[in-house]
């Protein structure tokens, strides 16, 4: 089945797309997405083939698409991940999603899955991980104990810093913001701007339902928070809201 969705893929590549992908998602020396590969293919497409086959590829199946050097392989394998999980939610039940007969279908099965592909970095670039961190890491948390995240918080990989950050965002829908709020506290010193447009982003998604929770934080971290963090955080403020805070952001 793997090479069936891989060959799919492939009639979808698009060099032209391709290039403009690859300085976009910054492959070039020493950027964040170096070394990166792109074969252009557009997300939509993607997630036609995810709707087709996704009943049917197995755990092992996904591995192969998570460990190619091709960026569009390995998010079309997150992206199967994703359908997978929300179709446990909707309780349709697949026999054949499965790592091997040890191992049944369940949302921790693939809760831990997606985290063993994120350490060895499968999972590297900012849309690999908003595409679906919300929607497992996230969904799995909510009622359980989220030490994982604060460990990710403190990880030199940027993408498990992304992951602790943006897997609050299912929490926020459900207006849960006390982590939210204690992870970006933790993070305001960052210096890598995709994790200060992350963190600032989810502030911003907080004040969308409690403006007062977003206040507060503000109140007692504007001064201490990068720019960039600060700029996200308030972008839905009239004008002269945003200038009062802007005069107390932090520089680096």
Aim: no cysteine.
């Amino acid at each position: 089945m793997y090479r069936k969705v891989i060959k799919e893929l492939k009639k979808e590549a698009n060099p032209i797309k391709a290039k403009i992908l690859a300085r976009f998602f910054k492959t070039g020396k020493g950027e964040y997405g170096e070394g990166d590969k792109f074969l252009g293919i557009m997300v939509p497409k993607q997630r036609k083939l995810v709707k087709k086959y996704f009943k049917e590829l197995s755990f092992n199946d996904v591995q192969e698409l998570l460990n190619s050097d091709i960026h569009e392989f390995r998010l079309t394998g997150v992206l199967f991940l994703v359908a997978k999980y929300q179709s446990i939610n909707r309780k349709e039940i697949h026999k054949r999603f499965s790592l091997s007969p040890h191992l049944g279908e369940s949302k921790e099965d693939i809760f831990k899955f997606y985290l063993k592909n994120l350490k060895v970095g499968n999972i590297n670039n900012w849309d690999l991980v908003d595409l679906s961190a919300p929607n497992i890491v996230g969904d799995y948390l909510f009622d359980k104990n989220k030490q994982v995240l604060y460990n990710m918080v403190k990880s030199q990989k940027i993408w498990e810093r992304r992951v602790s950050v943006i897997a609050t965002l299912f929490f926020i829908r459900q207006k849960d913001f006390s982590d939210i709020l204690k992870i970006a506290k933790l993070l305001l010193k960052d210096r890598h701007d995709l994790i200060q447009k992350a963190v600032g982003w989810m502030l911003r998604e907080v004040g969308k339902r409690d403006k007062a929770a977003l206040l507060s934080f503000l109140e007692d971290n504007a001064d201490k928070m990068p720019r960039v963090m600060l700029r996200y955080s308030i972008e839905k403020f009239d004008k002269d809201e945003r200038l009062k805070y802007m005069l107390f952001r932090k520089k680096y």
